[in-house]
C-alpha cells in the first residue's frame, strides 16, 4: 500500500498538505526528522501514516493524558489499532495492554515521558523486547529552556536515542524558533534530520486586537454574535478565570473555567464537556490547551497579553483546525505589558531573563502594530509575507492620517521635564495632572504637569506607542522601562519636524458583513445532530466522528450514494463503512422533503500543490482563482469557502500582480487609464483617498485590481 492510498483508506484524503509526504517518505526511509508545522497543520499525521505502513510499533511520546486519549480514540475509529498508557488507567487495564502490545496487536502506544525513566520504571526494558519501528516526540519544544514551554520531565528522553540507535525518531512542534530547535536536536541527539518547515500561516484565521477599554462589554458583543461557536477565552490568572466564567454563566452562556489550581477530576470533567459540546466557553489559563486537538473552535479571545508570540501563536492556533474560518481577538493593554515584566525575569539567569524580556517586547509590538499582524507573525518565525493579508484588523482598516505635531510636543516635553527617568505609565499620570501621591511634588510645580489631560490614558498610550515606533521615542530593556528621547526628538520640540499620527476608520463595513451561503443550513443541522447522537454511542467528541468542514461539504455538495459520499474529504474507507448509511439517510431524506438534487459534479477535486515561485498565490488564493475560471462568482465563491467576497476579490488581485489572470477581467478597459492616473499621482498605500478622488462609478475591487496590475507591469 502506498503513503497516498494508506491516506485515503484511513483517513479519508486525497493528497498531503504542508510538507507531509516528505516527511512520511524521510521516516520511511529510516531517518530522523525535526518538523515545525503550525497548530491544525496535520503534525500528527506524520507519525500516524507510517505507523500503518511499517512493520512493529510506534511509541509516541505526548505530555497531557487529553492528548493520548483524543489521539487514541480517534485512531481506533480509524481503524488504526492504537492505547495509551497512563496514570487514569487501572492496573487490569495496564496489563491488558501489556498484553496486546506482546502479541503485536497495537500499531501505537502513547506515553508521558515520566512512564519511560522513572525510577523504578522497567517501561524501556520492556519496549526493547518489541520491535520498535518508531519513535515520535510530540510538543518537542518542551524539551528547551528557551522553548515557551519548558517541562523539566522532557530532559528524560535525551537518553532515548541512545536505548534505540537504530530506530528513526521524529520530533514535532508549532512554535520553534532557531534557538529552540537547536536545542531539540541536541538535547534529543537526533542523528543528521532533516528539517521540515511548513508555512506558519493560518489563512482561516483572522487576528484582531483591541484596546482594553470596557474590555467585558466588547466581550458579551463578540459573544452574542457566536452563540452556537466553540470558543477558549484565555486569561492570565486563576481567579480571573474563575470569575470571567461566573459572570459568563450569569449571562446565560455555557462557559467553565479551567486552571492548574483545579482538582483533577473537575479539570477532566469540564475539558471533557468542552470536547463534547456540552459547553460552548472554556474560560482558561495557559495550563489548558497543548494537545486539544477540537477542531471545531471558531474563536479564541485572549483577555490578557500573552508572554510571547510563540505561546500567542499556539493558542490561537487552537481555533479553525477544520480549516473553516475563525478568528483570533485579543485585548491589550499597556498595564499586562508592565505586570508581565515581573513574570519574564528569571531570578539569577540573567541571558534568559534578556530574552524573556525580550520576546514580551515583541509582544507588545505586535499589540502596536499599524501594519499587517499576519506579516509580522510570518516574519517572526522567518517566514516572508506580503505585506497585505486582507483579513486582520490593520490590513481591513484605513488609517487617517492627521497632524499631531502638538500632541508629540507635550509628551516629548515632559518626557525631558522628567530628565528622561520615567516610564509611560508615570509620564502619562504627569501629563494628565493627576494628583495621585506617585507623582513628586517637585514635579507638579513643572510647567508640562497637566498640558495633557484633555486626552485619555488610553489616548496618551496609543500616541506614546506611535512615537515609539516612529523613532522619537525609545524605551529602554531595563527592569524599570523608562523612556528616552532619540536624536530626531530635538527637531520636533523646536517645530522643525511635523509628526503624523494615525486615525483608524473602519474600511468597507458593508463588503465584510456576512453573505448568504449556498450550504443547506437545515441540513448542517440536521447532521449536526446525527453526528451528536453518534459520538454519544461511541463515548467520544463529537469531531471525532467528523469534522464541521466534512458536515458543511455534506451540506453543499448533497451526495446522493455511498459512492458520492466517498468524494467527501474526511470519509476514508472506515468510516465510510462505518457511518456512511446514517448521514446518508438523512440527506436524502432532507433532498426528498425540499426537491433537491445532488450537486456532486460541481465539486472540484483537489488541486495537487506543486512548488511555485509566487509567494503570492498559495492554496487558499488559488482554490478561489479556479473556482473563477471555472465561472463561479465572486459572491458564489465567497458562499462557498464561507469567506468574505473582499477576501475573494483579494485573492483573485494576487492573480492579476503574477500575471495569470487579466485585470479586464474585473476592470473595464476604459476605467483603467483613470485609475492608473490617480494612482501614479498620489500612490497606492491607502485605497480611501483614490476611491475619494475617483469617485461613486469606481469600486475599491476596481481599484485594488488596477494597483496589482500596476505591480507586475512594474
Not at 534530520?193 to 483591541?210: A, C
Not at 485579543?330 to 539569577?348: I, M
Not at 515609539?468 to 529602554?476: D, E, K, P, R, S
Not at 526628538?489 to 474600511?507: H, I, R, T
Amino acid at each position: 500500500m502506498t503513503p497516498l492510498e494508506a491516506l485515503h483508506k484511513y483517513f479519508g484524503y486525497t493528497e498531503f498538505r504542508h510538507q507531509q509526504g516528505a516527511i512520511v517518505q524521510q521516516i520511511l526511509n529510516g531517518g530522523d526528522a525535526l518538523v515545525l508545522m503550525p497548530t491544525g497543520g496535520g503534525k500528527s499525521l506524520c507519525y500516524q501514516l507510517p505507523a500503518v505502513l511499517m512493520d512493529g510499533l510506534t511509541v509516541v511520546i505526548s505530555p497531557l493524558i487529553a492528548l493520548m486519549k483524543d489521539q487514541v480514540d480517534a485512531l481506533n475509529i480509524n481503524g488504526i489499532p492504537a492505547a495509551f498508557l497512563n496514570s487514569s488507567l487501572n492496573a487490569n487495564e495496564q496489563q491488558s495492554i501489556i498484553s496486546r502490545l506482546k502479541s503485536g496487536e497495537i500499531k501505537l502506544l502513547y506515553l508521558a515521558p515520566e512512564r519511560l525513566f522513572g525510577s523504578e520504571n522497567r517501561l524501556v526494558t520492556f519496549l526493547k523486547t518489541l520491535n520498535v519501528s518508531l519513535i515520535a516526540i510530540d510538543e518537542a519544544h518542551c524539551i528547551s529552556h528557551w522553548g515557551h514551554d519548558f517541562r523539566p520531565e522532557y530532559l528524560m528522553l535525551s537518553s532515548f536515542k541512545t536505548e534505540f540507535p537504530k530506530t528513526p525518531v521524529i520530533a514535532l512542534t508549532a512554535t520553534a524558533d532557531d534557538l529552540t530547535r537547536k536545542d531539540i536536536r541536541e538535547k534529543l541527539a537526533l542523528h543528521q534530520p532533516k528539517e521540515f518547515v511548513s508555512s506558519f500561516n493560518r489563512p482561516n484565521i483572522s487576528y484582531k486586537v483591541s484596546p482594553k477599554k470596557d474590555s467585558y462589554n466588547q466581550l458579551l458583543n463578540f459573544l452574542d454574535d457566536h452563540q452556537e461557536d466553540s470558543g477558549i477565552i484565555y486569561c492570565l490568572s486563576r481567579q480571573s478565570t474563575e470569575d470571567l466564567a461566573a459572570d459568563l454563566q450569569k449571562q446565560g452562556y455555557a462557559a467553565k473555567a479551567y486552571h492548574a489550581g483545579l482538582d483533577n477530576e473537575t479539570k477532566a470533567h469540564n475539558q471533557d464537556q468542552f470536547l463534547r459540546d456540552e459547553i460552548k466557553i472554556m474560560v482558561a489559563t495557559i495550563a489548558f490547551g497543548m494537545g486539544i486537538n477540537k477542531s471545531n473552535v471558531r474563536y479564541v479571545i485572549h483577555h490578557d497579553l500573552p508572554k510571547n508570540i510563540e505561546g500567542y501563536y499556539q493558542e490561537t492556533g487552537r481555533a479553525g483546525r477544520d480549516g473553516l474560518p475563525s478568528e483570533a481577538l485579543l485585548f491589550f493593554s499597556a498595564g499586562d505589558a508592565f505586570k508581565l515584566q515581573r513574570f519574564a525575569r528569571v531570578e539569577g539567569n540573567e541571558d534568559q531573563s534578556r530574552i524573556m524580556l525580550k520576546k514580551l517586547d515583541d509582544m507588545v509590538k505586535y499589540c502596536q502594530l499599524q501594519t499587517c499582524r499576519r506579516q509580522y507573525l510570518m516574519h517572526y518565525f522567518n517566514e516572508q509575507f506580503p505585506d497585505h493579508c486582507g483579513s486582520c484588523d490593520v490590513c481591513l482598516t484605513e488609517f487617517k492620517k492627521f497632524d499631531g505635531t502638538v500632541i508629540a510636543q507635550k509628551a516629548l516635553s515632559a518626557v525631558y521635564r522628567l530628565n528622561q527617568r520615567f516610564g509611560t505609565n508615570y509620564v502619562i499620570d504627569f501629563l494628565r495632572g493627576s494628583k495621585s501621591e506617585k507623582i513628586r511634588d517637585e514635579h507638579k510645580q513643572l510647567k508640562t504637569y497637566g498640558i495633557g489631560a484633555d486626552l485619555s490614558k488610553a489616548e496618551w498610550q496609543r500616541y506614546m506607542g506611535q512615537l515609539a515606533i516612529q523613532g522619537y521615542l525609545v524605551v529602554t530593556d531595563d527592569q524599570y522601562p523608562i523612556l528616552k528621547l532619540t536624536a530626531t526628538s530635538e527637531a520636533v520640540l523646536k517645530g522643525l519636524q511635523k509628526v503624523e499620527f494615525n486615525l483608524a476608520e473602519d474600511l468597507e463595513t458593508a463588503a465584510t458583513e456576512t453573505q448568504p451561503t449556498i450550504y443547506e443550513a437545515g441540513l448542517l443541522h440536521d447532521l449536526k445532530t446525527t453526528r451528536f447522537n453518534l459520538a454519544m454511542n461511541e463515548n467520544v467528541p463529537a469531531y471525532i466522528i467528523l469534522s464541521d468542514a466534512t458536515l458543511l461539504e455534506m451540506a453543499t455538495y448533497l451526495p446522493q450514494s455511498t459512492e458520492e459520499l466517498g468524494r467527501i474529504s474526511g470519509f476514508g474507507e472506515v468510516k465510510l463503512q462505518r457511518y456512511g448509511t446514517a448521514f446518508l439517510k438523512v440527506i436524502t431524506a432532507y433532498c426528498s422533503q425540499h426537491g433537491l438534487a445532488s450537486k456532486i459534479g460541481i465539486k472540484k477535486p483537489k488541486i495537487t500543490k506543486t512548488k511555485t515561485t509566487r509567494a503570492s498565490t498559495g492554496g487558499t488564493q488559488r482554490e478561489s482563482f479556479d473556482l473563477y475560471k471555472a465561472g463561479v462568482g465572486i459572491t458564489e465563491i465567497a458562499g462557498m469557502r464561507n469567506l468574505s467576497p473582499m477576501t475573494v476579490e483579494g485573492h483573485l488581485c494576487s492573480f492579476i500582480q503574477s500575471g495569470e489572470m487579466e485585470v479586464t477581467d474585473l476592470v473595464d478597459q476604459q476605467k483603467i487609464p483613470k485609475i492608473q492616473d490617480a494612482v501614479e499621482s498620489y500612490g497606492a498605500d491607502r485605497l480611501a483617498p483614490l476611491k475619494e478622488i475617483l469617485g461613486d462609478d469606481y469600486s475599491y475591487t476596481e481599484i485594488k485590481a488596477v494597483v496589482s496590475w500596476m505591480k507586475k507591469e512594474a
